[in-house]
């Protein structure tokens, strides 16, 4: 094996993105193991808690690359890199690889972690974590993140209540030349073992309804509002 | 009155954008009255048929922007304008209108009547209907549509069925340079006077599944799938 090791929680596809702004783009997801955050409602702690950490390979970046030319067939198209923290891994070396075949890279991340390497994404989604995670944001290190993008850079944020929302404001303000895309929270994620467990469509759709209402009556229109299309669709099923 | 009187079907927002390009955006519709085509599986026959046209109101330029600067308390976002299809009605003097205050515009049309104010739209979807639809393409219109356009353009093409696949790749393959946007029809549209007439949201989301199968199986990457967010959120509800 040349170069450091990815571990890598799963990579599947091509389905279509669920979220954010690329939502219902083919994508070829490449999800890794590990994260620096423990969020309350993290709806993929597969690839998030340690206890887990048995099913995480280490991979080469020819060993992964070959899987995702084997999913896409060759025909170049945007890989979606996510985890856990998918900054906590070496990606450089795979993005020049696969940029080198014509492929695009879009990477989500808490913005917790700062890498030279954000530079060379097409595509950098920054998903801070409002106060129902649990979570407490270092602005200087998602200052950093921010700072080392080159392509297109967006801000999402999840919204379960009205905290979440000012928070959410907040980070519209801070960072005005970044489209925020909002996301209505799955109160009921997955447990790391039971990919059947029921997802609360209902209330996960009320929790949309209450945030477009939030959003036009305070006509903040320059926010977007999108849920997880991949929950509306396909629940909490993994590898879709 | 000053200028040609516009027929409109309702006015309505602001809400988010259900579908394609701008989904999730908030937006306020002017839904125009009267069209040109009789789609089989039109979902807004309340703005196509002419029995209906006793609720469509002439208004000014001056009438319909006051009722879009109140609904969106004068703060500028995108308006949506729809019909019907809104070609046949003379739209220009309403976005200059609305460009003066900072508005954006942006207008859904199946390409079949081309004007020359398509050029100061921000965005122009093109949404050519497919066989299942039972109209006709006219291709020389649909080019002299896309010739006109100056702003963001996009195709959004409805798919049912196969036939309708075939005919939204033939589209891609003839117009290149413009994303499309492919979405799974709804076969319980709505009937003009009965607002709360059950979708078959099963059936949709089946379609939706069917539909992310076939791009992925076929590996057309640079194809968008998305659903009527409304119409998953809301049902056939108008006004929202």
């Known amino acids: 094996m040349t170069g450091a090791a990815i571990r890598v929680s799963e990579i599947f596809g091509p389905t279509i993105q669920g979220e954010g702004v690329l939502i219902g783009q083919p994508t070829v997801f490449v999800r890794t193991g590990g994260c620096d955050y423990r969020c309350s409602w993290c709806d993929t702690l597969h ?5 887990h950490r048995e099913q995480w390979q280490p991979m080469s970046v020819e060993e992964i690359w070959m899987e995702v030319r084997r999913l896409s067939g060759g ?12 900054a906590i891994q070496p990606l450089g070396p795979l993005i020049d690889r696969g940029h080198g075949e014509g492929y695009r890279f879009a ?27 649990g979570m407490e944001t ?3 290190k998602l200052d950093e993140c921010l700072a080392m993008a080159a392509g297109m850079t967006v ?15 907040d980070m519209a303000g801070r960072y005005p030349a970044l489209p925020v895309y909002l996301q209505p929270g799955n109160h009921t994620p997955p447990p790391p073992d039971d990919e059947s ?10 929790r949309m309804l209450w945030l477009v209402d939030k959003v036009t009556g305070d006509k903040w229109f320059d926010a ?3 849920p997880q299309l991949h929950v509306l669709l396909w629940g909490n099923r993994r590898g879709v």
């Not at 025909?75 to 998918?86: A, K, R, W």
């Not at 209540?161 to 928070?167: F, K, M, N, P």
């Not at 467990?197 to 009320?206: K, R």
């Open 75 to 86: 025909v170049p198209l945007t890989v979606s890199l996510s985890g856990g923290n998918p």
């Open 138 to 140: 270092d602005f200087a």
């Open 224 to 226: 977007r509002v999108l």
């Open 197 to 206: 467990a029921t997802v609360d469509i209902d209330g996960v759709m009320n």
């Open 47 to 51: 690839a998030v808690d340690s206890e």
């Open 155 to 169: 801000l999402k944020i999840v919204v379960f209540d009205d905290r979440d929302y000012a928070y959410a404001k």
């Open 107 to 133: 990477l989500e991340t808490q913005g917790s972690v700062a890498r030279d390497w954000f530079a060379d994404l097409d595509v950098l989604v920054v998903s801070p974590k409002p106060p129902s995670s």
